[in-house]
């Protein structure tokens, strides 16, 4: 069956430090993979987006990888910040392309 | 207008009940997608339009959802005999949708449901 997963506990880290989530997919053939950023009460906004051709993208302190051979997107935050603290959901478009299906999301915490 | 509107942006129904939940997309936005969220889940797919048509339902969990788009803007998702398990906040995006097909999805504040 087709799955998307992310780390269904919540990451816990101090401020400064940076933040690794995992987006793993099964019996998906993304043409690419989004993230989104979503807080309590809020509807889900785009962070970054990498295209199947692409190993790494970077915005600011952001960073994502893809790998296609392993089915699997990273997701970093450098010097992460308590303000980053929010859930991180990752998104594949599918179908045509036009489709986006988005994982289970994973809760960030940053400590001061 | 300046992003995607949803209303109500809280609806509480008794079950059985016909409810519909409307979406105004960003103006110029050819797709719209519908999604449901339940609470410390994801949002999970539930329609898809290109314009006015659905190019996309497989999502609907069953044939009380409907969803229309009939002049290619606003969009309607009708719920008919609400059960409680359609209790959730139900998230609206769009898109542009024609030439760049990997463009980010800009949601709504979603509208949630609650069935009694």
């Known amino acids: 069956s087709q799955k998307i997963e992310q780390n269904s506990e919540a990451l816990n880290i101090q401020e400064g430090k940076t933040a690794t989530l995992t987006c793993n997919y099964t019996?998906?053939?993304?043409?690419?993979l989004q993230w989104y950023r979503q807080d309590p009460g809020r509807g889900p906004v785009f962070l970054l987006l990498?295209?199947?051709?692409?190993k790494e993208k970077r915005k600011e302190r952001l960073k994502v990888t893809f790998d296609t051979t392993l089915k699997q997107s990273l997701f970093h935050i450098t010097a992460s910040q308590p303000a980053d603290s929010a859930t991180y959901l990752c998104?594949?478009?599918?179908?045509?392309?036009?489709?986006?299906?988005f994982g289970t999301g994973t809760r960030l915490l940053v400590s001061p | 207008g300046a992003g995607v509107s949803q209303t109500p942006s809280n609806k509480v129904t008794e079950k059985g009940k016909y409810v519909e939940l409307r979406c105004d997309p960003i103006?110029?936005?050819?797709?719209l997608y519908w999604y449901r969220q339940s609470l410390g889940q994801g949002p999970e797919f539930l329609i898809y339009?290109?314009?006015?048509?659905?190019?996309?339902d497989s999502g609907l969990p069953n044939d009380r959802f409907f969803a229309v788009r009939p002049e290619g803007s606003v969009s309607t998702l009708k719920i008919q005999r609400t059960e409680r398990g359609d209790s959730a906040v139900y998230l609206c995006?769009?898109?542009?949708?024609?030439?760049?097909?990997?463009?980010?999805?800009?949601f709504g504040q979603g509208t949630r449901l609650t069935v009694v």
């Open positions: 995006a769009s898109r542009t949708g024609t030439a760049e097909k990997n463009t980010e999805a800009f």
């Open positions: 019996n998906y053939s993304p043409a690419y």
């Open positions: 990498i295209r199947e051709n692409e």
């Open positions: 339009f290109q314009g006015t048509g659905a190019a996309d």
């Open positions: 998104a594949l478009g599918v179908t045509g392309f036009q489709k986006l299906v």
């Open positions: 103006s110029g936005h050819t797709a």
